[in-house]
């Protein structure tokens, strides 16, 4: 499973952080960093809600 | 703080403009283009028949004239992702939006150059994020249940003045602050009532013509300064602080260190305001006009809410993501009534799509309502089916089909606080009362946002006490 971002999309809304906290994280700056480029396949229904939620549609699973 | 918003990511190569060859066409011109004025009646005063008039005579691309501007309608997904996807230093919405400016006030948002709006937006931004979305459903169910509590055992009520009151209240107090609600005067609203009338489609080919209308609105801005100037010296003089946007406004800076002025913090508070106010107001209202419709899809919702909802729960951001059904009855309302109806860039330099050729200073512009109603995007699109969205089908997947809040790094910000708004509003009232329409909508486009007509008259009746819903 891979976690891809659109860069073009992300405008640092940090919700995914609070979805799947061990995948995303917003830096000081407060740009959005992804901590696993491809995260264990337990943590997919948190990713889902991550994915689901983003409010710009950034975050795609593929996978 | 680094903002992502207007940045081009460090690998983008510098923007190449187009050669004009000979295998390039341009924009094919809808009839019906009259001398000197060319479309600009029928654009002010029946802009959603014009643009499908548009996309029905020449597809994809067609190109209408307001005055001297040319305007390109741009539908469907491939042609709005070229659109959203284009650098802001080629399509501009900045120089597309100067109609806001008289409102929000010179240098702030879109009168900024991109990165300074990249800098200001990334101001209002923590309001918007995760830690304090969730906490807004609690505020926003507080005042839907204020808003009714007096309310009788049955009664009429105007659906759209109801709205339009309740989203200014948690709008007011979600974004800017409790002390600024309770502040909210009569005379607030009428001054927020001017500036909002002052905005029409007029203004887009100037936003200073002379009506009694911008007239009203350029006081209204004047006074309003005066009124949020005076909130915060009184908060400077007395050393007290808020927990509100108000305050990180106050608090925050520029990258150059540089604090905002009144008239800076005033802008940013209506641009927080006039982007979620009436956008979320009306499709509070469409979204139970819908579903008063829809009676069988109505029915599961309910049984949705019931199993979800004991009597006397409140609303919670967990439970709110279980309340699926509700979640696409609001998706599917903004699908088939979205508030913004156009949706603008302007070319600031020349620009190819498609085989097409645009010139520079040409406006091009994606109308949700158009694209939404493509029957190759959205099977029976006339039809208000919140299924649609529902596992299986979900026709919303597709990227750039669904943009009722734009798309790419210009997608509205508020797009999760407005969706989770309209979500618990509706959650509380459909637990208290059962509504019943009176007539039939009729479709206003009052300045920039499609609602339905004032005075919408709506008769309830009351299901739960006060407390159990």
């Known amino acids: 499973m891979k976690v891809i971002i659109d860069w073009d999309f992300c405008q640092g809304h940090a919700n995914c952080t609070g979805d799947a906290p061990e995948v995303f994280r917003i830096d000081a700056e407060g740009k959005l960093e992804v901590l696993m480029e491809e995260p264990p396949e337990e943590l997919r229904p948190k990713l889902e809600l991550a994915v689901r939620y983003c409010p710009t549609g950034a975050i795609r699973v593929e996978g | 703080m680094q903002v992502q918003v207007s940045q081009p990511s460090p690998d983008r190569a510098p923007y190449a403009p187009p050669a004009r060859t000979p295998s390039h066409r341009l924009p094919p011109a809808v009839s019906g283009a009259v001398p ?6 029928e654009f002010i005063r029946d802009c959603l028949g014009l643009l499908w008039r548009a996309y029905q005579e020449q597809g994809e691309v067609a190109k209408l004239r307001v ?10 997904p491939r042609a709005a992702e070229a659109m959203f996807r284009a650098q802001d230093e080629v399509l501009s919405p900045n120089e597309a939006y100067k109609m ?8 702030v948002v879109y009168d900024a150059a991109p990165e300074r709006m990249g800098e200001q937006l990334g101001m209002l931004r923590p309001a918007l994020q995760d830690k304090r979305m969730r906490t807004y459903g609690e505020i926003v169910a507080d005042e839907t249940r204020r808003m009714v509590q007096g309310w009788g055992e ?4 105007d659906l759209v003045q109801f709205c339009a009151q309740l989203t200014n209240f948690t709008s007011t107090r979600c974004l800017i602050g409790r002390e600024f609600r309770e502040q909210m005067s009569g005379e607030f609203a009428q001054v927020y009532y001017d500036l909002e009338r002052g905005i029409t489609p007029a203004g887009y080919i100037h936003p200073h013509i002379p009506l009694p209308s911008t007239i009203r609105r350029d006081r209204a801005r004047v006074r309003l300064v005066q009124m949020i100037g005076s909130i915060v010296d009184q908060r400077r003089k007395s050393g007290a602080e808020g ?22 913090i005033t802008g940013m508070l209506l641009a927080a305001m006039f982007a979620g106010h009436h956008t979320s107001s009306v499709t509070v209202a469409w ?9 069988d899809y109505l029915d599961r919702l309910l049984a949705q809410l019931a199993e979800v909802y004991k009597p006397g729960d409140d609303v919670t951001f967990q439970s709110l993501r279980q309340i699926t059904l509700t979640e696409n009855a609001v998706k599917e309302a903004l699908r088939l009534r979205p508030p913004l109806y156009i949706l603008l860039r302007a070319a600031l330099q020349d620009f190819e799509y498609g085989g097409f050729f645009f010139e520079k200073g040409t406006w091009l512009a994606t109308s949700p309502w158009v694209s939404h109603r493509l029957p190759g995007e959205f099977r029976e699109p006339l039809r208000y089916d919140p299924d649609r969205f529902a596992a299986g089908r979900e026709e919303d997947k597709k990227q750039f089909a669904f943009i009722s809040f734009g798309a790419g790094r210009h997608k509205c910000m508020g797009n999760a606080f407005a969706t989770l708004q309209v979500k618990t509003i509706l959650a509380i009232l459909l637990r208290g009362f059962r509504f019943e329409l009176l007539h039939d909508p009729v479709i206003a486009e009052s300045g920039l946002v499609m609602g339905p007509r004032k005075p919408f008259r709506v008769r309830y009746q009351r299901l739960r006490p006060n407390g159990a819903f």
């Open chain 2, 100 to 107: 806001m400016v008289p409102v929000f006030g010179k240098d």
């Open chain 2, 243 to 264: 927990e509100d946007f108000l305050q990180t406004l106050m608090d925050a800076a520029y990258n150059d260190g540089s604090k905002l002025s009144d008239h800076e």
């Open chain 2, 154 to 157: 049955r009664g009429e009520f």
């Open chain 2, 67 to 76: 005055f001297n501007k040319d305007i390109v309608l741009m539908t469907g």
């Open chain 2, 287 to 295: 979204t139970l006009l819908e579903l008063l419709q829809a009676p």
């Open chain 2, 36 to 41: 000197i004025v060319g479309h600009a009646v």
